[in-house]
């Protein structure tokens, strides 16, 4: 048995000598550094700390390698008692502190001064951020405040993690829903200090609706606190987030952060993306673990199977006229070149969803119809879908503003498939549903497509080919009347738009009504154009941040936000973001000095209950000079003829640029498309103002 007595300097096994880095880490502050030297006089062993408040230091004691001391540290003059055993060149153990009534025993560890050495534990922060890296986390973007200090100090000591800064947690969470769409997975989180977390929370349900890959980490103080409504409580953040997220854990102990960061991207990243919601209290920050962390691969998204791939084919076979619905699960799943395949190899048309769907197929495709609803778009597609015998439905969610609130003839047969499960007969009763990725599905009927040779005899009805082509040409010469009036239709800055920019621009619309401004225009790029807001949600103020989050995602592409005046007075303050990173992206305003630029929907509380102007028109602003104000150069646009030489010299310019355009309350014109259809006796229904289900599906 080896023995162990009370030994004096020189007689210890391991050298112990010397200066020491060391690290004390209490539950409820953050690390405190200092060093440590071990000092012989004589046959005394003396410790001496250098601490921030000062020098202190006590006699020693060493038994083996066990050493004992007390001495005063900080300002508190009363000794502490330390306890640690040398390991070769390092030094681990633990130091009761005791300040007043408040007593906590608090690890110790310290590197020998020079040598490379590595305490085998680090803390909890550090062991999230590696695991955010490991996990394809690129970006956090955040908003700071109180001790989320304990987790931002960890991502700047990484350096594998870009971090950025919003004016607000709203748009900082914004940010990393545009990053993230365009990426079609987590590829960065959002962080705020718990007070800020519910102003993040309308990002965390928009992801929830709009199937949008999210990590929202919030930082709190220590779970000890708990009890006592302390500042700033945060005790009732985790259950007023949990119905509005996908995943969220509160994590308390530092051992879980490793598998909590890894659910966190796993859940958001996978199946029907949406949000994870980390809680993270404090202590957990600074407690020390050794547990690993791994890297994180995604796993394969999944495939139909072979029966529903068979089924698939012998519907399509079996009917007359079928159509595909096509919407922004087709981008999500990164599947427009399988859905171009398919398009071409069958010659089924394809009808997409109004907004989410724009651009699954170039606008100029033969074969694109169009959508159901209209919404800033040529109408064909509902009579094509109505004519229809089979939909086959990809990436298609049938919302209310894709379906005309599902009061379209739905044909007898319906395939749709969906990643999700519990997608499938949500609304109606599919005739075959498949659980697939929209990707891996359309490869799968194109495999089989080819493999067995066969070209489908459906290639479109010519009267069909022949109608779209009609719907379209009638559709540009109408659009081409928008242009060049005064005072300037937003149809017009699409136009011009459309012609001015180049291939593969990233367009992020807000949702004043602008939306469908914008989208009354063609794209004649084969690659579509990116369109990464999603558009169930559909909140104001949303447009400016998603489109720097997607700038940053996709940093050699063009990226134009667009939205209206009212919008911008959620979002503006990002100019200054823009302004500060020198990020080019175009911010175009449409300020027709008021919200909802019809007056249109003001008849929802019923006829003649409330004047059309109530909380609807704004304060005149000169939104250019504030633009201006917050560095981002730019112009106003009053007369049509300024448009198109405004636009080209911000897509010149080398930073971001801002305009303004002028236009009027009597230039929204959303009938154009079809959107609701207004002639009486139908049965089209069209958004808000319904109050019954009656004339939906299922009928
Ligand atoms: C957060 C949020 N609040 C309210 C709405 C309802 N809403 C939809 S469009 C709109 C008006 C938007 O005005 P503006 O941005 O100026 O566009 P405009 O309709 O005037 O072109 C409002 C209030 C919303 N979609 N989101
Ligand atoms: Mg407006």
């Not at 040779?453 to 009638?474: F, L, N, T, W, Y």
């Not at 996709?554 to 200054?576: M, Q, T």
């Amino acid at each position: 048995m080896e023995e162990h007595s009370m030994t004096t300097a020189g007689e210890t096994t391991p050298p112990i000598d010397g200066e020491w880095e060391y690290t004390l880490r209490p539950r409820t502050q953050p690390p405190q550094k200092g060093v440590l030297s071990l000092v012989h006089e004589g046959a005394a062993l003396t410790a001496r700390l250098r601490h921030p408040d000062g020098v202190s230091s006590g006699a020693a004691t060493v038994n083996g390698s066990n050493l004992t001391w007390s001495c005063p540290i900080g300002n508190n003059p009363a000794p502490m008692r330390f306890e640690a055993v040398v390991e070769g060149d390092l030094l681990l153990g633990h130091v009761d502190l005791a300040f007043g009534a408040f007593s906590e025993r608090a690890p110790l560890e310290a590197v020998r001064t020079g040598s490379d050495a590595r305490v085998p534990f680090r803390e909890g922060s550090v062991a999230l951020v590696e695991t955010l890296a490991a996990s394809g986390i690129e970006y956090v973007f955040g908003y700071t405040g109180g001790v989320s200090t304990s987790l931002e100090r960890s991502i700047v000591g990484h350096g594998g993690i870009k971090d950025f800064n919003a004016r607000g947690e709203l748009s900082a969470a914004w940010m990393s829903y545009g990053y993230n769409r365009m990426k079609r997975r987590a590829a960065s989180a959002a962080l705020t200090w718990c007070v800020g977390a519910l102003h993040a929370s309308p990002v965390v349900y928009a992801s929830k609706l709009d199937s949008t890959p999210l990590v929202l980490m919030l930082m709190e103080s220590a779970a000890a606190w708990d009890m006592r409504d302390i500042l700033q409580d945060a005790t009732e953040l985790y259950p007023a987030l949990k119905p509005l997220s996908k995943y969220i854990k509160r994590v308390v102990d530092g051992e879980d952060l490793p598998l909590a960061a890894r659910q966190a991207v796993l859940a958001a990243s996978t199946g029907k993306f949406g949000p994870a919601v980390l809680d993270l209290t404090q202590g957990a920050m600074y407690q020390r673990t050794t547990v690993r962390t791994e890297p994180l691969a995604l796993p394969e998204p999944p495939a139909a199977g072979e029966a529903s791939v068979r089924r698939t084919l012998e519907m399509i076979e079996a009917a007359e006229r079928p159509v595909i619905l096509a919407g922004a699960g087709i981008h999500l799943a990164d599947a427009t070149g399988e859905l171009r395949r398919f398009v071409d190899t069958t010659g089924i048309p394809v009808v997409t969803s109004g907004a989410g769907g724009r651009t699954v197929l170039p606008d100029d495709h033969p074969l694109n119809a169009g959508d159901m609803s209209g919404w800033g778009y040529f109408g064909t597609g509902t009579k094509v879908a109505e004519e229809a015998d089979l939909w086959i439905a990809v990436g298609f969610s049938f919302s209310q503003t894709a379906t005309l609130s599902w009061s379209l003839a739905k044909p007898a047969s319906v395939v749709h498939v969906d990643v999700e499960q519990s997608q499938l007969g949500r609304i109606f009763q599919p005739t075959l549903g498949v659980v697939a990725d929209a990707k891996m599905y359309l490869g799968q009927l194109n495999s089989s497509l080819q493999a067995s040779g066969a070209r489908s005899r459906h290639r479109a009805h010519a009267s069909q080919v022949v109608e779209i082509a009609a719907a379209k040409d009638s559709y540009a010469a109408t659009l081409a009347s928008f242009v060049g009036t005064d005072p300037i239709m937003p149809a017009a800055v699409g136009q011009i738009l459309t012609e001015e920019v180049p291939a593969g621009t990233v367009f992020v619309n807000d949702e004043g009504f602008p939306v469908p401004g914008m989208m009354y225009r063609e794209s004649k790029y084969p690659d579509g154009f990116a369109a990464p807001l999603g558009f169930h949600y559909a909140a104001l103020g949303s447009s400016l941040p998603v489109a720097i989050g997607a700038k940053l995602a996709a940093p050699d592409r063009l990226v134009v936000s667009l939205g209206g005046d009212a919008g911008f007075y959620y979002d503006c303050g990002e100019l200054s973001v823009l302004a500060e990173r020198q990020l080019k992206v175009v911010t175009i305003v449409l300020n027709n000095g008021g919200l909802y630029g019809g007056r249109r929907g003001r008849e929802h509380g019923g006829p003649g209950s409330i004047p059309a102007k109530h909380w609807t028109d704004l304060p005149e602003t000169d939104y250019t000079a504030v633009a201006a104000g917050m560095g981002v150069p730019g112009e106003r646009v009053e007369k049509s003829e300024q448009l198109a030489p405004a636009i080209r010299r911000a897509i010149e310019a080398d930073g971001p640029y801002f305009i303004e355009v002028l236009t009027a309350a009597s230039t929204m014109h959303l009938h154009l498309a079809g959107w609701p259809d207004p002639s009486p006796g139908t049965r089209r229904k069209g958004g808000h103002g319904d109050l019954t289900v009656d004339g939906s599906w299922p009928n």
